[in-house]
């Protein structure tokens, strides 16, 4: 058996047995590998004292009144956005430095979208444009020739005429 932590995606296997969900016949497998790896051995060993300990723990009792004093706290809570929309009475009228700062946001924001300049209108190619099609490399090889055969044959007829003068 190969080791299931050099392995890597075997370490579940491990955990697994652990956990006591091994189907036996693997488990004895896995147990005849601890036997000769001591890493394998030191990380079962460890998880088996991990569960041992969560098997042990107990919670701590509940007090009878938890929900009665969860829903007080539940229903003291005001939420953000009910604090924001929360209506100035005539009593208290006083500054919401909270509410200034959304109003400020929201005009500024809009102020942005009204002043975004438009996109630039798409250009179409004219009709009486050249248009690329493609080329095969042996049509450029061809080209490429006739290129340098007329190259060399405007030379030739210029020095012919600069001989003759």
Known sequence: MNCPLEAGENAELLLDYC?????????????GHLAICPSCREFARNQQAV???LEQWEATPVSADFDRR???RIEQDIGFWQRLMKPLGPARLRWNPLA????????LMAGV?????????????????????????????????????????????????????
Do not use: G
Request: charged fraction near 30%.
């Open 113 to 165: 979208m009204v002043d975004r300049h438009p996109s630039a209108p798409v250009v179409q190619p004219a009709k009486d444009m050249a248009q690329v099609e493609p080329v095969q490399p042996e049509q450029v090889e061809r080209a490429l020739d006739a290129m340098d055969m007329l190259s060399e044959f405007s030379h030739r007829v210029k020095d012919s005429t600069d001989a003759k003068m």
């Open 70 to 72: 969860l829903y007080a």
């Open 51 to 53: 569960w041992e300990t």
């Open 19 to 31: 956990n006591r969900k091994l189907d036996p016949r693997v488990s004895s497998i896995l147990e």
């Open 100 to 107: 200034a700062a959304a109003a400020c946001a929201v005009l």
